[in-house]
């Protein structure tokens, strides 16, 4: 079974909220033919994008294929929160890379906020963004944790964009019975993903990259040139950009290993009307201290979008809203007969350091993917990244693949299976509250 079929219908966005509220692109034309290009990049979602626009402003001919529409994947589905850092905390980092680093990927986290937030307004992209995030702790112990880190990030990096919050503080925020605390980084944002991604596709076509939909490919034969196949024609290239995350298949047997496609789950209810300030007194998103995190925001038209559940086989669950509504409910008791409009899935990719495996797997093949959740700035950035090293300014790439990659236990074959042993573990853990 292939994830590219096996939730969804060719060619075509889920049923979500998202696509529902976007302003769609007409579509771009499948691959037929043969044709010649600088650099071909499979994948048509941030990372994909990102890369095609960056390199096209550079002068770089450049073809993207892209297997359903751009943005299909997690990157028109997510939670469409624009986080501050890395996906591992900065004193994790300290450990795992040094001081010196640690550094140098901070510096990278905040460009790739300023990135995206610049990307907006220069193709003027309407994605409804908004400042602030706020992290939910359920405990003391937690929330003690959350401000330490806030100081951390402080002292060491000169950041001061968060605000720490006692139990009340957050509760003017959001107030569900559930939170004790946390902190409210008014750095970070939260945007509509999908709207964002049809952004970077027009204004990587503006820029002169060619953009293929349905054009999903079948084989990549590689020597000092690259020839990538689909059913109905051929790029030849000088390079390769593999940017399809958890849909990358067995298009690279050599990422398998450290980079894995699980599924996680967002609904979106009614609008809530005055019920609003009972959900969120802030338009701010919130993510929380749950292994398997729930994550929420307010849509543009008042809807509660929450996040929350994750599966580890290649199919979703029959009744995604069921799915969702029990940790929904267990934020918001008293929304248990909300309407839920909207609910889908999507599928990303993660990594065992929860860092995005970036590595050059030739000398003309790129591959960038498990941004574990983190990927609305950091694939965004990531296209810039691979854009700069293939015109030779390599520091920044080079910085990010420097990143140690643990394969995951079992290889390829059985990594599914112990992941969902290992989060059955977790799950049981955040419902006792240890």
Known sequence: ???????????????????????????????????????????????????????????????????????????????????????????????????EDAAKLWT????????????????????????????????????????????????RYGYTQIEILDRDALQAICPSPKYVGGSLDMGAGHLHPLSFALGLARAASDAGATLHETSRVTKIDRSAKVTVHTDAGKIEADHLVLACNGYLGDLEPKVASRVMPINN????????????????????????????INYFRLSHDNRLLFGGGESYGYTFPADISATVRKPMVEIFPH??????????????????????YLRRLAPNVISASGYSGH????????????????????EGFDTMA???ATPFPGGARMRSPL???????YALRDRLGV
């Open 335 to 356: 929304l248990k007969d909300v309407r839920i409009d909207y609910a889908w899935g999507g599928t990303l990719a993660i990594t065992m350091k929860r860092m995005p």
């Open 108 to 155: 990278l986290a905040e460009d790739s906020k300023n990135l995206v937030r610049g990307l907006i307004e220069k193709h003027r992209i309407t994605c409804h963004y908004k400042p602030g995030i706020a992290h939910a702790c359920f405990t003391a112990k937690e929330t003690g944790e959350e401000h330490e880190y806030a100081q951390h990030l402080q002292d």
């Open 375 to 394: 990927g609305v700035g950091t694939a965004t950035h990531t296209g810039q990244l691979i854009a700069m090293a293939l015109a030779g300014e390599t």
């Open 1 to 99: 079974m292939n994830l590219l079929d096996a939730n969804d219908h060719s060619g075509q966005y889920p049923d979500s909220w998202y696509a529902a509220t976007a302003r769609p692109l007409p579509p771009f034309p499948a691959l037929e033919g043969s044709k010649r290009a600088d650099v071909c990049v499979i994948g048509g979602g941030f990372t994909g994008l990102s890369t095609a626009l960056h390199l096209a402003e550079r002068g770089f001919d450049v073809v993207l294929l892209e297997a359903h529409r751009v943005g299909f994947g997690a990157s028109g589905r997510n939670g469409g929160q624009l986080g501050s850092g890395q996906r591992m905390e900065q004193d994790g980092l300290e450990k795992l890379v040094g001081q």
């Open 265 to 292: 789950f967002i609904a979106a209810t009614e609008p809530l009307g005055d019920e609003v300030a009972k959900v969120l007194a802030r338009d701010v998103a919130v993510a929380d201290t749950k292994f398997v």
């Open 419 to 425: 992941l969902a042993l290992a989060m059955t573990w």
């Open 402 to 404: 420097r990143v140690p």
